[in-house]
Protein backbone atom coordinates (compact mmCIF):
# COMPACT_ATOMS: atom_id res chain seq x y z
CA UNK A 1 0.00 0.00 0.00
CA UNK A 2 0.94 3.63 -0.46
CA UNK A 3 2.80 5.17 2.43
CA UNK A 4 3.14 8.70 3.81
CA UNK A 5 5.86 9.04 6.28
CA UNK A 6 7.25 12.11 8.24
CA UNK A 7 9.92 12.09 11.36
CA UNK A 8 7.31 11.70 14.91
CA UNK A 9 10.33 13.16 16.75
CA UNK A 10 9.36 16.96 17.34
CA UNK A 11 12.29 18.58 16.21
CA UNK A 12 13.69 21.19 18.30
CA UNK A 13 16.49 24.46 16.36
CA UNK A 14 17.73 27.39 17.60
CA UNK A 15 16.40 30.74 16.35
CA UNK A 16 18.47 31.93 13.24
CA UNK A 17 19.70 28.05 11.98
CA UNK A 18 18.06 26.21 9.26
CA UNK A 19 15.35 23.91 9.71
CA UNK A 20 14.57 21.12 7.68
CA UNK A 21 12.09 18.22 7.88
CA UNK A 22 11.80 15.17 5.96
CA UNK A 23 8.73 13.30 4.11
CA UNK A 24 9.55 9.80 2.89
CA UNK A 25 6.96 7.80 0.91
CA UNK A 26 6.71 4.31 -1.13
CA UNK A 27 5.94 2.50 -3.97
CA UNK A 28 4.78 5.14 -6.67
CA UNK A 29 5.73 8.52 -6.85
CA UNK A 30 3.00 11.32 -5.98
CA UNK A 31 2.39 13.26 -9.09
CA UNK A 32 2.39 16.37 -6.38
CA UNK A 33 3.82 17.18 -2.68
CA UNK A 34 3.11 19.73 -0.67
CA UNK A 35 3.64 21.01 2.52
CA UNK A 36 1.02 22.11 4.71
CA UNK A 37 1.97 24.32 8.82
CA UNK A 38 -0.65 23.44 11.24
CA UNK A 39 -0.62 25.06 14.56
CA UNK A 40 -1.98 23.84 17.86
CA UNK A 41 -6.20 23.50 17.63
CA UNK A 42 -6.54 25.03 14.29
CA UNK A 43 -6.42 23.75 10.60
CA UNK A 44 -3.65 22.80 8.19
CA UNK A 45 -2.78 25.95 6.31
CA UNK A 46 -0.84 25.26 2.61
CA UNK A 47 2.40 26.62 1.89
CA UNK A 48 4.40 25.08 -0.95
CA UNK A 49 3.97 22.27 -3.42
CA UNK A 50 6.37 20.34 -6.42
CA UNK A 51 5.59 18.59 -8.94
CA UNK A 52 7.26 14.93 -9.82
CA UNK A 53 8.96 16.78 -12.38
CA UNK A 54 9.97 19.46 -10.06
CA UNK A 55 13.53 19.48 -7.83
CA UNK A 56 13.23 22.46 -6.10
CA UNK A 57 10.80 25.37 -4.84
CA UNK A 58 11.22 28.01 -2.73
CA UNK A 59 8.66 30.80 -1.66
CA UNK A 60 10.60 33.49 0.72
CA UNK A 61 12.24 31.56 3.12
CA UNK A 62 10.74 28.31 2.81
CA UNK A 63 12.36 25.62 0.10
CA UNK A 64 10.87 22.21 -0.63
CA UNK A 65 13.11 19.64 -2.66
CA UNK A 66 11.90 16.62 -4.51
CA UNK A 67 14.33 13.33 -5.19
CA UNK A 68 11.96 10.64 -6.79
CA UNK A 69 15.38 8.09 -6.50
CA UNK A 70 15.35 8.50 -2.70
CA UNK A 71 11.51 8.72 -2.75
CA UNK A 72 12.36 11.59 -0.54
CA UNK A 73 10.99 15.22 -0.34
CA UNK A 74 12.63 17.68 2.29
CA UNK A 75 11.53 21.23 3.82
CA UNK A 76 13.83 23.53 4.97
CA UNK A 77 13.14 27.04 6.91
CA UNK A 78 16.13 29.05 6.33
CA UNK A 79 16.53 31.74 9.28
CA UNK A 80 13.75 30.09 11.39
CA UNK A 81 12.31 32.21 14.31
CA UNK A 82 10.64 30.87 16.68
CA UNK A 83 6.66 31.94 15.11
CA UNK A 84 7.88 29.24 12.49
CA UNK A 85 6.86 26.99 15.74
CA UNK A 86 4.56 24.52 14.39
CA UNK A 87 3.66 21.45 13.10
CA UNK A 88 4.48 20.39 9.64
CA UNK A 89 2.47 18.41 7.30
CA UNK A 90 3.57 16.62 4.15
CA UNK A 91 0.56 15.71 1.76
CA UNK A 92 0.53 13.42 -1.50
CA UNK A 93 -1.62 12.98 -4.37
CA UNK A 94 -1.08 10.10 -6.92
CA UNK A 95 -1.07 10.09 -11.16
CA UNK A 96 -4.08 8.82 -11.35
CA UNK A 97 -5.63 8.93 -7.79
CA UNK A 98 -8.11 11.44 -8.41
CA UNK A 99 -7.94 14.75 -6.54
CA UNK A 100 -7.31 12.54 -3.10
CA UNK A 101 -4.87 13.79 -0.88
CA UNK A 102 -3.09 11.54 1.93
CA UNK A 103 -1.22 13.22 4.54
CA UNK A 104 1.86 12.35 7.05
CA UNK A 105 1.66 12.34 10.56
CA UNK A 106 3.00 15.51 10.28
CA UNK A 107 6.72 16.71 12.44
CA UNK A 108 6.57 19.04 15.16
CA UNK A 109 9.23 22.42 15.06
CA UNK A 110 10.12 24.28 18.10
CA UNK A 111 12.50 27.41 17.43
CA UNK A 112 14.16 28.56 20.30
CA UNK A 113 15.42 31.85 21.40
CA UNK B 1 -13.41 37.11 3.21
CA UNK B 2 -13.68 33.85 1.97
CA UNK B 3 -13.26 31.00 4.02
CA UNK B 4 -14.88 27.71 5.61
CA UNK B 5 -16.64 27.92 9.06
CA UNK B 6 -16.62 25.07 10.64
CA UNK B 7 -19.28 24.63 13.63
CA UNK B 8 -19.74 24.35 16.82
CA UNK B 9 -15.58 24.24 18.01
CA UNK B 10 -16.37 22.65 20.66
CA UNK B 11 -18.66 19.71 20.91
CA UNK B 12 -19.83 16.87 23.63
CA UNK B 13 -21.48 13.87 23.25
CA UNK B 14 -22.99 11.10 25.42
CA UNK B 15 -22.57 7.53 23.56
CA UNK B 16 -25.31 6.35 21.54
CA UNK B 17 -26.12 9.98 20.75
CA UNK B 18 -25.59 11.15 16.67
CA UNK B 19 -24.06 14.89 16.21
CA UNK B 20 -24.08 16.85 13.15
CA UNK B 21 -20.91 19.16 12.41
CA UNK B 22 -21.23 21.68 10.20
CA UNK B 23 -18.93 23.36 7.33
CA UNK B 24 -19.81 25.98 5.37
CA UNK B 25 -17.31 27.68 2.75
CA UNK B 26 -17.81 30.44 0.53
CA UNK B 27 -15.33 29.63 -1.69
CA UNK B 28 -17.39 28.98 -4.29
CA UNK B 29 -15.14 25.66 -4.17
CA UNK B 30 -16.75 22.94 -6.29
CA UNK B 31 -15.08 19.73 -3.57
CA UNK B 32 -15.09 19.44 0.14
CA UNK B 33 -13.87 16.87 2.19
CA UNK B 34 -13.97 15.71 6.14
CA UNK B 35 -10.93 14.37 7.52
CA UNK B 36 -10.72 13.39 11.48
CA UNK B 37 -7.03 13.80 13.08
CA UNK B 38 -6.15 12.04 16.19
CA UNK B 39 -3.29 12.47 18.08
CA UNK B 40 0.06 11.09 16.72
CA UNK B 41 -1.56 9.98 13.66
CA UNK B 42 -2.37 11.98 10.39
CA UNK B 43 -5.58 13.08 8.79
CA UNK B 44 -7.32 10.09 7.71
CA UNK B 45 -9.98 10.68 4.87
CA UNK B 46 -13.64 10.55 6.31
CA UNK B 47 -15.84 11.63 3.45
CA UNK B 48 -14.99 13.73 0.00
CA UNK B 49 -17.31 15.07 -2.31
CA UNK B 50 -16.72 16.87 -5.80
CA UNK B 51 -19.73 17.81 -6.86
CA UNK B 52 -23.48 18.57 -5.30
CA UNK B 53 -25.74 15.74 -5.03
CA UNK B 54 -22.83 13.54 -5.45
CA UNK B 55 -20.02 12.15 -2.31
CA UNK B 56 -17.63 9.16 -2.05
CA UNK B 57 -16.59 6.96 1.30
CA UNK B 58 -12.85 7.82 2.05
CA UNK B 59 -10.65 5.63 3.99
CA UNK B 60 -12.67 5.90 7.44
CA UNK B 61 -16.39 6.34 6.47
CA UNK B 62 -17.71 3.42 8.81
CA UNK B 63 -20.07 5.37 11.04
CA UNK B 64 -20.26 8.28 9.36
CA UNK B 65 -23.04 10.10 6.75
CA UNK B 66 -22.47 13.56 5.10
CA UNK B 67 -24.96 15.19 1.88
CA UNK B 68 -24.06 17.22 -0.50
CA UNK B 69 -27.58 19.19 -1.26
CA UNK B 70 -25.72 22.89 -1.66
CA UNK B 71 -22.53 23.56 -3.10
CA UNK B 72 -21.49 25.50 -0.14
CA UNK B 73 -22.23 22.98 2.54
CA UNK B 74 -21.32 19.69 3.28
CA UNK B 75 -22.02 18.41 6.94
CA UNK B 76 -20.99 15.67 8.54
CA UNK B 77 -22.61 13.30 10.51
CA UNK B 78 -21.27 11.06 13.28
CA UNK B 79 -23.50 8.25 14.27
CA UNK B 80 -23.75 6.27 17.01
CA UNK B 81 -22.38 3.43 15.24
CA UNK B 82 -18.92 5.31 15.29
CA UNK B 83 -16.84 3.36 17.63
CA UNK B 84 -14.72 5.72 18.95
CA UNK B 85 -15.75 9.30 18.16
CA UNK B 86 -13.34 11.31 19.71
CA UNK B 87 -11.04 13.00 17.81
CA UNK B 88 -10.66 16.60 15.96
CA UNK B 89 -12.57 17.15 12.78
CA UNK B 90 -11.49 18.81 9.73
CA UNK B 91 -13.50 20.25 6.87
CA UNK B 92 -11.84 21.48 3.75
CA UNK B 93 -12.06 22.28 0.07
CA UNK B 94 -10.64 22.53 -3.18
CA UNK B 95 -11.16 24.21 -6.63
CA UNK B 96 -11.40 20.42 -7.30
CA UNK B 97 -11.02 18.37 -10.77
CA UNK B 98 -9.97 14.78 -11.03
CA UNK B 99 -6.39 16.41 -12.10
CA UNK B 100 -3.90 19.18 -10.70
CA UNK B 101 -2.29 20.01 -7.70
CA UNK B 102 -5.82 19.73 -5.56
CA UNK B 103 -4.77 22.50 -2.57
CA UNK B 104 -6.74 22.04 0.51
CA UNK B 105 -8.53 25.24 2.26
CA UNK B 106 -9.33 23.88 6.23
CA UNK B 107 -11.35 25.61 8.42
CA UNK B 108 -10.64 25.79 12.05
CA UNK B 109 -11.94 22.14 13.44
CA UNK B 110 -14.32 20.74 15.41
CA UNK B 111 -13.50 18.34 18.76
CA UNK B 112 -15.81 16.43 19.78
CA UNK B 113 -15.83 14.66 22.91
CA UNK B 114 -17.58 11.45 23.92
CA UNK B 115 -18.22 11.60 27.88
Known amino acids: SQKIEQNSEALNIQEGKTATLTCNYT??????LQWYRQDPGRGPVFLLLIRENEKEKRKERLKVTFDTTLKQSLFHITASQPADSATYLCARILTGGGNKLTFGTGTQLKVEL | DGGITQSPKYLFRKEGQNVTLSCEQNLNHDAMYWYRQDPGQGLRLIYYSQIVNDFQKGDIAEGYSVSREKKESFPLTVTSAQKNPTAFYLCASSIGGISGANVLTFGAGSRLTVL
Open chain 1, 27 to 32: NYSPAY
